[in-house]
């Protein structure tokens, strides 16, 4: 079956460590997305990209990096100079990126939650 | 710009109750709508969309009509049931992907 994986599961972090977080998908979609989600709170959108070799800033990219060498594949960097990275990080993706296919779904996968040490 | 409302919850109701959860929406172009739900512990799950105005969609006993003359797009269920608790998203695509800021549903056995 397609779908999206996202690892680790539950990831820890020390002060001044950079981290990354995995997210791979077999759906063959060209568009892929980071979301972090706090507690009680919605999806607020941290990078994304349209297609490989290219990824634009959501609305909360100080202190995250990505890059989107495969088309499979998309990982997220925390880095030490995001200063409160305790959340869950969810990743999408999207059949067509943000201006073509619009009736299509994002599909999610689980999540990861990063804790700090 | 583009934006999603919906009711703050959480919402708490008794097994086999009717539930409603309101959604609205501002948009300047034809979004396509959709409605997710989040299991504790994991990504979110497509429930239902409707791309385009007088559209429901389905699934799982749950609907929702696209209203484009009052720009909602609410949640309905004739009948919950315990495994129904979760929180729920509201959400538009237009060239945008726009998320509301969920509603936390517990239903009471």
């Known amino acids: 079956d397609g779908g999206i994986t996202q690892s680790p599961k539950y990831l820890f972090r020390k002060e001044g460590q950079n981290v990354t977080l995995s997210c791979e998908q077999n759906l063959n979609h060209d568009a892929m997305y980071w979301y972090r989600q706090d507690p009680g709170q919605g999806l607020r959108l941290i990078y994304y990209?349209?297609?490989?070799?290219?990824?634009q800033k959501g609305d909360i990219a100080e202190g995250y990096s990505v890059s989107r060498e495969k088309k499979e594949s998309f990982p997220l960097t925390v880095t030490s100079a995001q200063k409160n990275p305790t959340a869950f990080y969810l990743c999408?993706?999207?059949?067509?990126?943000?201006?073509?296919?619009?009736?299509?779904?994002?599909?999610f996968g689980d999540g990861t939650r990063l804790s700090i040490l | 710009g583009d934006s999603v409302t919906q009711m703050e919850g959480p919402v708490t109701l008794s097994e086999e109750a009717f539930l409603t959860i309101n959604c609205t929406y501002t948009a300047t172009g034809y979004p396509s709508l959709f409605w997710y739900v989040q299991y504790p512990g994991e990504g979110l799950q497509l429930l239902l969309k409707?791309?385009?105005?007088?559209d429901k969609g389905s699934n799982k006993g749950f609907e929702a009509t696209y209203r484009k003359e009052t720009t909602s797009f609410h949640l309905e269920k004739g009948s919950v049931q315990v495994s129904d608790s979760a929180v729920y998203f509201c959400?538009?695509?237009?060239?945008?992907?726009?998320f509301g800021k969920g509603t936390r549903l517990h239903i009471l056995p």
């Open positions: 999408a993706s999207t059949l067509g990126g943000r201006d073509t296919y619009s009736n299509q779904p994002q599909h």
């Open positions: 959400a538009l695509r237009d060239d945008k992907i726009i």
């Open positions: 409707a791309t385009k105005a007088d």
């Open positions: 990209s349209q297609i490989v070799n290219d990824f």
